[in-house]
Each structure stands twice: as C-alpha cells, then as structure tokens.
C-alpha cells in the first residue's frame, strides 16, 4: 500500500474515534442529568429548607401525634371513596338488620310491659253495690237506681275493675274483656238458690270455651248457714270455683279458699257524708230501734224492758209487727234521722245475729248495741275462727256494746245519762274512724286475694 492509502485510513479511524467519544459524551451527560431529577431535583436544598421552616411553625402548630392521627383519617378517607361495586347491597342488607333489630327491641318492650290485670264483676245480688260503691269506692252509670243496666270502672291497687248490675245483666249479654270474673250472687232462700245456679252454669261454659280461667263468689248465704248447694262448685271439690267471700258466720270459712264478708249495708242505703253527722253536738235521744217485732222473738223482751223502765222517753221507738222488703223513700228518712239523733242504736237478733242495722248505725256515728247470743242453724265457730257470733266484726276489733240479755239494757242507759258530751264526742269519733278502716281493710283484702289467685 502506498503513502496516500496510508494516511486516508488514519484520518478514518481519527473520526470513528471522535465519533466514538460524541457518542460516549452525550450518554455520560445525560445519564448524569437523570441521575440529577431523580435524586436532586424534587428535594430542596437545605437552605431553601432552613428558610421555609421558620415560616412553616408559624403557619402549622399541629403537634406530631396529631398529624399522624390526620394522616390516617386521611387514607380512611381515601380508602372509604374507593368505589365498591357492592356497596348499595351492603348498604340495603343494614338497613333490614338494623330494622329487624329495632323491631325484636320493641317486640320485647311489649313483652316485658306489665299487662293490665283486669276483673270483671257481675252483680246479682243487693250486696254487689255494697261491695262496689261502699268497700270499693265505685261509681256507677246511670246515677238512676231503678235503671236496669248499671255500671262502673275503677282502678284499685294493681287490679283494673269494671261493674256490671241491673235486670238487663243476663247471660250472653255481657261484653267480655277478661279471663277473670267475680260473680256476686244471692243464696238465701230456694229461688235465689236456683237463680244462682244457673249463673254457675253459664260461669262453668265460658271457662269450658276458654274464656274465663278464674272464677270468685261473693255469695250473700243462708241465715242459717246451710249452703250446701254450692258445695260442688268448689275447685277442691272438683268444681270452678277458686275463691268465696261468704256473709254470716259459715263453718266453712277457712281463711284458704273460703273467707268471711260483711253483710254491710241495705240496698240504697246512702254513702253517709261525715261533715254532716253531729259529732260535736248533743243528740236528743239516748237510744233507738226502729224494726220488725216477731212473735217469741228476743225484741218483744227489748220491747218489754223499754216499756217497764219507763226507758220509751229516752229512746225514739218504732216498731211494726210485718218485715217490709222494700223501704219506702218516708220511712228510709225517719231511719236516718233517727240514727243520726240517737247516742246507742239497738241491735237485737233477727233470724241471724248479723244484721244491716249494727252497719248503717256505724255510718251515723252511733254505737251499736248487739245482741251477742247464737241464733238456730248451723253457723257457729270455724276452724280459724272461734268467737261466734259475729266473728269479723270482733276480730276487727269493733267498739260497739255486746249483750247477752236485754235486761242489761236500763244500766247501760243510766251510765249513758252519766258521759259528758265531750266522752261522747269521743266515742262516736272512734266508731267512725273504726268503720272507715274496716271498710279500707276489707277492700286491701279482697284486692290481694284477688290478684295473688287470678294473677
């Protein structure tokens, strides 16, 4: 090869070299330009830095933990704006179980309310308005006594009661609210007995139906205190019946299933209104007996010692020789008046020792005075009670004047005409305040008998 061929091939290599080196250059630099924005570019210099962070305390006082607490609300709050493709599925499925909840609250709200315990009452018989009006304070619509559908409702202790009373009360014709029933009835006498029983007996279908489930009497009895009949109606002896208030002193009374009540007062025989009694007044009459006289029968002797004592003037006397069954509006007024004017109201026995005169002589604020003698039948002492006659009338500790013979009658008047009038204001004080607590007594009894076997 020549020299001309020589120096051509070395002037190429020169420029392939100085290529080479271009080519070597451009990449180092911007190799080195990336390495710049990646590690240096998104920081700032540590003098940029020390400038801003003064300025960054004055504008920022968060402290540390609390920007962390920012931080992570903030990627909650990220996290929550993500899009769920089941979120309104999820959402419908809360509401339902957050509705089914609220509902199973409110069904065992209901559950766990105290439901009203509710007793009707059917009266039958006159003593139902003594029960009603007289030991439960009841009120009855319409005020019309002779209306033939009466009733009332009231609420004592725990217990919610509505009265049913008239001749238009009859079987299938009352409107039933309740599983328990009080059926106030009258036992006396043969035709009450049967009107009675067929009350039982549609008593006994309703609880055959399921519609009762506890039955109680209020039964006004036999004077003579045979009250066979019922008897079989008794739960324990395979009848319905779970309870029985019974009036005069029955062998029967246990104090169990079976429980003594007051023959309390005659049929209308008013709620006495004792700002018009005279308490603090003196009466014009030491005594009085306004009644019935059978022949052979203790009163004509009362009758007797009156009159031969000369004791008549001191006391106000009216006697006929005939039971009427029904007062009239006249003669229930001079009955009241003459309570109301007399110290002493006289009490002799009738066919039973009980009687509504020792009651309504309470009412008036004037002292009974009882014939304490047993009369013919079968009453007398029980397995709980051995002070007949008169056994819860004595038990409740009545203040009344106990006799066994009338004879006792002129020295009880002459210490009569001895008391001042302040003793006496005294007394009737006492029997007033007494018949009242008797009469709330009863009324808590009867109501906790009731509710302890109902309910």
Same mark, same amino acid.
């Given at each position: #090869?020549?020299?001309?061929?020589?120096?051509?091939?070395?002037?190429?290599?020169? #420029?392939?070299?100085?290529?080479?080196?271009?080519?070597? %250059?451009?990449?180092?630099?911007?190799?080195?330009?990336?390495?710049?924005?990646?590690?240096?570019?998104?920081?700032?210099?540590?003098?940029?830095?020390?400038?801003?962070?003064?300025?960054?305390?004055?504008?920022?006082? !968060?402290?540390?933990?609390?920007?962390?607490?920012?931080?992570?609300?903030?990627?909650?709050?990220?996290?929550?704006?993500?899009?769920?493709?089941?979120?309104?599925?999820?959402?419908?499925?809360?509401?339902?179980?957050?509705? +089914?909840?609220?509902?199973?609250?409110?069904?065992?709200?209901?559950?766990?309310?105290?439901?009203?315990?509710?007793?009707?009452?059917?009266?039958?018989?006159?003593?139902?308005?003594?029960?009603?009006?007289?030991? $439960?304070?009841?009120? $009855?619509?319409? @005020?019309?006594?002779?209306?033939?559908?009466?009733?009332?409702?009231?609420?004592?202790?725990?217990?919610?009661?509505?009265?049913? !009373?008239?001749?238009?009360?009859?079987?299938?014709?009352? &409107?039933?609210?309740?599983?328990?029933?009080?059926?106030?009835?009258?036992?006396?006498?043969?035709?009450?007995?049967?009107?009675?029983?067929?009350?039982?007996?549609?008593?006994?279908?309703?609880?055959? *139906?399921?519609?009762?489930?506890?039955?109680?009497?209020?039964?006004?009895?036999?004077?003579?205190?045979?009250?066979?009949?019922?008897?079989?109606?008794?739960?324990?002896?395979?009848? %319905?019946?779970?309870?029985?208030?019974?009036?005069?002193?029955?062998?029967?009374?246990?104090?169990?299933?079976?429980?003594?009540?007051?023959?309390?007062?005659? !049929?209308?025989?008013?709620?006495?209104?004792?700002?018009?009694?005279?308490?603090?007044?003196?009466?014009?009459?030491?005594?009085? %007996?306004?009644? *019935?006289?059978?022949?052979?029968?203790?009163?004509?002797? $009362?009758?007797?010692?009156?009159?031969? =004592?000369?004791?008549?003037? #001191?006391?106000?006397?009216?006697?006929?020789?005939?039971?009427?069954?029904?007062?009239?509006?006249?003669?229930?007024?001079?009955?009241?008046?003459?309570?109301?004017?007399?110290?002493?109201?006289?009490?002799?026995?009738? /066919?039973?020792?009980?009687?509504?005169?020792?009651?309504?002589?309470?009412?008036?604020?004037?002292?009974?005075?009882? =014939?304490?003698?047993? !009369? &013919?039948?079968?009453? @007398?002492?029980?397995?709980?009670?051995?002070? +007949?006659?008169?056994?819860?009338?004595?038990?409740?500790?009545?203040?009344?004047?106990?006799?066994?013979?009338?004879?006792?009658?002129?020295? /009880?008047?002459?210490?009569?005409?001895?008391?001042?009038?302040? =003793?006496?204001?005294?007394?009737?004080?006492?029997?007033?305040?007494?018949?009242?607590?008797?009469? *709330?007594?009863?009324?808590?009894?009867?109501?906790?008998?009731?509710?302890?076997? %109902?309910?």
């Amino acid at each position: #090869m020549g020299p001309a061929g020589g120096g051509a091939a070395t002037t190429m290599r020169l #420029m392939w070299k100085q290529a080479a080196c271009f080519l070597v %250059f451009v990449y180092c630099f911007f190799s080195i330009y990336a390495a710049y924005i990646v590690f240096f570019r998104g920081q700032k210099s540590p003098r940029a830095q020390r400038v801003a962070a003064p300025r960054e305390r004055k504008k920022d006082s !968060t402290l540390p933990w609390q920007k962390i607490e920012e931080q992570r609300d903030l990627q909650q709050s990220e996290q929550d704006n993500e899009w769920n493709p089941w979120e309104e599925d999820e959402k419908t499925e809360d509401a339902l179980q957050h509705k +089914a909840q609220l509902q199973g609250f409110q069904k065992q709200i209901l559950q766990n309310r105290p439901k009203q315990k509710k007793v009707q009452i059917w009266s039958k018989a006159a003593i139902g308005l003594y029960l009603w009006q007289h030991i $439960l304070g009841g009120q $009855l619509t319409p @005020g019309d006594v002779t209306a033939h559908w009466r009733e009332g409702e009231l609420k004592a202790g725990n217990l919610h009661f509505r009265f049913y !009373t008239g001749p238009d009360v009859v079987p299938g014709h009352i &409107p039933l609210d309740t599983e328990n029933l009080v059926l106030v009835l009258n036992g006396r006498e043969e035709g009450k007995i049967k009107f009675a029983t067929q009350w039982l007996h549609y008593v006994q279908t309703l609880l055959q *139906t399921h519609k009762l489930r506890h039955v109680a009497i209020v039964l006004l009895g036999s004077e003579q205190c045979d009250n066979d009949w019922i008897e079989p109606y008794l739960r324990k002896h395979g009848g %319905f019946i779970d309870l029985i208030f019974l009036v005069y002193d029955s062998p029967w009374v246990n104090e169990e299933d079976v429980y003594q009540w007051p023959l309390g007062v005659a !049929t209308n025989f008013p709620i006495v209104d004792l700002n018009n009694l005279m308490l603090h007044s003196s009466r014009p009459y030491l005594c009085n %007996f306004l009644g *019935t006289v059978y022949k052979g029968s203790s009163r004509e002797i $009362l009758l007797d010692v009156l009159r031969g =004592e000369r004791l008549n003037t #001191m006391c106000l006397i009216s006697v006929r020789e005939q039971w009427l069954p029904q007062e009239t509006s006249e003669s229930l007024k001079k009955y009241q008046e003459a309570l109301l004017q007399s110290d002493l109201t006289l009490c002799p026995v009738g /066919i039973n020792t009980e009687c509504y005169r020792i009651y309504e002589a309470c009412s008036y604020g004037s002292i009974p005075v009882v =014939e304490d003698i047993m !009369t &013919p039948g079968q009453c @007398g002492n029980s397995s709980v009670f051995q002070n +007949a006659p008169l056994r819860l009338l004595k038990l409740m500790g009545a203040p009344f004047i106990f006799i066994k013979d009338w004879k006792e009658l002129p020295a /009880i008047l002459e210490k009569e005409k001895a008391m001042s009038l302040q =003793e006496k204001n005294q007394r009737r004080r006492i029997v007033i305040e007494w018949f009242k607590q008797f009469r *709330t007594q009863l009324r808590q009894k009867f109501i906790d008998l009731l509710e302890n076997r %109902f309910f």
